[in-house]
């Protein structure tokens, strides 16, 4: 047997093993205390701080749009919307349902909620109803309990002052596409509410009127509602935009347009300030920035006065007799005599082809300032062609025609200043000198667009290279004077004088009212050419084949300050319907309560074109369907048919 020595001093040892054991054992675990406690503190801490605190960014509001007296054209207004956060929605069919049950959703609606919660971080909110009424905003709250991460939210949205008069300017604000946040990866863009600038305005300066979000750092709880804020950082507005546009003035003119397929721009020759830019009929950028129904983007689509066009800056039209001031320089630059002169019998003869004048009786002798006056295209006609059409290309290039603008629009068509180098180019085929006749009274491939007509007769009212000018920012700008002889655009303007106020003058109707004196150009662009000279019945033309009207004037004539373009498709005679509407215009800007009685008068005119269009259009279809049923009776029984034929009746005019 062992000795109990021996047995002590073994149990000795592995108490002393055992000791180490659980010494070596606590030591790790002290040592790893203190690595995380002190080594990894922080990062442990931030973690912990994370699954309590939640950090949520806040949408910047959008900044303004004003005018150039600081009145808002676009806006933010409070309104109240429903946001849904996925990860705190541990059934989104059945709180979708519930939300169904307090107000309806629609089912592309609710598809949209369900692919935005599968393709975006479950913590960003997705919007699921906005601009909601009170009294639905107050139902969900009391619902709340019942509505898992749904939030009731008091936001913000974008809105516009009379939208329809300035939606191609200052264009929309909507949602922001995948394919945005797919290029910047900025989750500011999947925030509920917030929205980027789609076209005019709103688009090209997004980034000074986007600003920067706010964000919160929250008390949350597992399921990650909100308990109460510990820090808010607010967000910054974007900036506000002054634009050179006149509010109250632009109102004024698409009143004065009416329902009429229209585009005038009016302009300060001394500072190229835009007053009034408008374009009409447009869509309405109110619902554009909410929700455009498929149906209402088909009827947009299908309507024949294009609304969804900005003609302005994107639309191109023969100018028309509007060029005829442009080749007036030509001829005087040519070394012409102003006085040389030729006899308009209504027709002129040149390459075995009568070229017709607008008045078929003619205008007898007349030179270069009667033949402007009295719009004399056999006048422009011999004298266009001795100039040469790269002489006119010329004068028409340095008076803005042919180019574009640096103005904070999207696109701009820049229309035709043809030459013969142009058609080579373009179409491989030599200049043909009928072609010049033709161009010379601004038909053929001429195309401009409202703006650059606005720029030609600003800089032929103030002999100055105008520039056109939407932002005020920084100094009003000088403008160089134009390389011409200030006697050539004396007489230019001598002859647009009298076409308002001379003797024989193609836009008697646009003479003032008031102490102002104004000059001007009538035009008349052909949609179709004329039949042997002879010119169509308006009223038995379809609307889409009528001539375009236009016009274009600054005033006061001795004193230029401000220049105006105007062109009412398919409208007729220039003189006829853009002169007066300029007139008015004009009228405005010195004078608004006359002005704001001729609108008046106009808007009763327009009424009254309403109700005989609708009768016109009632007469139409009556008439259509009395000829489907005769022609299904034919097919049912062709004797009867063909007795009710013979028999008398009354002419339907449409």
């Not at 042919?402 to 058609?423: C, N």
């Not at 008697?508 to 169509?536: C, E, P």
């Not at 373009?565 to 007139?583: F, L, N």
Request: charged residues 20%; aromatic residues 8%; glycine residues 10%.
């Amino acid at each position: 047997m062992r000795s109990e020595a021996e047995q002590e001093m073994r149990f000795t040892r592995r108490a002393l093993l055992l000791g180490a054991g659980q010494a070596a054992v606590g030591l790790a675990l002290v040592g790893r205390m203190w690595w995380l406690t002190v080594r990894e503190g922080d990062k442990y801490k931030l973690a912990a701080e994370q699954n309590r605190v939640a950090l949520r960014l806040i949408a910047p509001r959008r900044g303004w749009i004003v005018d150039r007296f600081g009145k808002p054209l676009a806006y933010n207004r409070p309104d109240y919307r429903l946001e849904l956060t996925p990860d705190d929605t541990p059934d989104l069919d059945g709180t979708l349902a519930a939300i169904n049950r307090i107000v309806p959703l629609a089912p592309e609606e609710v598809t949209r909620i369900r692919q935005a919660a599968a393709s975006q971080p479950g913590y960003i909110p997705i919007a699921i109803m906005e601009d909601l009424p009170w009294e639905v905003f107050a139902a969900v709250n009391v619902r709340l309990p019942e509505l898992p991460g749904v939030a009731p939210v008091r936001g913000f949205s974008r809105a516009y002052a009379n939208g329809t008069a300035y939606a191609h300017l200052l264009g929309y604000v909507a949602k922001p596409g995948p394919a945005e946040y797919a290029r910047t990866k900025d989750k500011l863009l999947l925030l509920p509410g917030f929205k980027v600038g789609k076209d005019g305005v709103e688009r090209i300066l997004d980034a000074r009127l986007r600003g920067k979000p706010g964000a919160k750092r929250e008390v949350v709880t597992a399921k990650g509602r909100p308990v109460r804020t510990l820090a808010s950082l607010p967000d910054t507005p974007g900036e506000t935009v002054k634009l050179t546009i006149n509010r109250d003035f632009q109102d004024f003119i698409a009143r004065r347009i009416g329902p009429q397929s229209a585009s005038v721009v009016v302009m300060d020759v001394l500072t190229g300030d835009i007053l009034a830019q408008v374009s009409l009929p447009a869509f309405d950028p109110n619902v554009f920035s909410v929700k455009v129904g498929r149906d209402q983007w088909a009827a947009l689509q299908a309507d024949d006065k294009h609304p969804l066009l900005n003609k302005t800056i994107n639309a191109a039209y023969p100018p028309g007799s509007t060029f005829k001031p442009m080749t007036s320089l030509a001829i005087l630059d040519s070394g012409i005599d102003p006085k040389a002169g030729i006899v308009c019998r209504g027709g002129y003869s040149f390459g075995g082809h009568v070229f017709h004048c607008h008045l078929r009786r003619g205008h007898g002798r007349v030179d270069l300032v009667p033949g402007l006056t009295k719009s004399c295209d056999v006048y422009f006609y011999h004298f266009g062609r001795l100039a040469g059409m790269d002489a006119i290309a010329r004068a028409a290039k340095q008076f803005g025609l042919g180019g574009k603008f640096e103005l904070p629009m999207p696109s701009q068509r820049s229309g035709i200043v043809p030459s013969p180098a142009w058609k080579e180019e373009r179409y491989h085929k030599p200049w043909l000198p009928g072609e010049t006749l033709s161009c010379a009274i601004g038909q053929g491939y001429v195309l401009a667009n409202p703006l650059q007509l606005a720029v030609m007769t600003a800089r032929v009212a103030s002999g100055l290279q105008v520039q056109p000018r939407l932002i005020v920012e920084g100094t009003q700008p000088g403008f160089a004077p134009m390389a011409l002889p200030a006697d050539y655009l004396g007489l230019v303007r001598q002859g647009m004088e009298a076409v308002v106020n001379g003797a024989g003058g193609t836009a008697h109707r646009a003479k003032l009212k008031i102490d102002v004196r104004m000059a001007g150009k009538t035009g008349t662009a052909q949609v179709i050419g004329m039949n042997g000279g002879k010119r169509r019945s308006e009223s038995a033309t379809p609307w889409k084949l009528r001539d375009h009207a236009l016009f274009v004037c600054y005033a006061p004539a001795d004193n230029p300050r401000y220049a105006v373009s105007i062109i009412v498709e398919h409208g007729g005679h220039g003189g006829t319907v853009c002169a007066p509407i300029a007139a008015d215009a004009i009228t405005f800007l010195y004078d608004q309560e006359v002005a704001m009685a001729n609108l008046a008068k106009a808007e009763e005119g327009f009424a009254e074109q309403t109700r005989k269009e609708a009768a016109r259009l009632k007469a139409l279809e009556r008439a259509q369907e009395a000829a489907r049923s005769a022609a299904a009776a034919q097919a049912a029984d062709p004797a009867a048919a063909a007795a009710t034929a013979n028999a008398p009746r009354a002419a339907i005019r449409t």
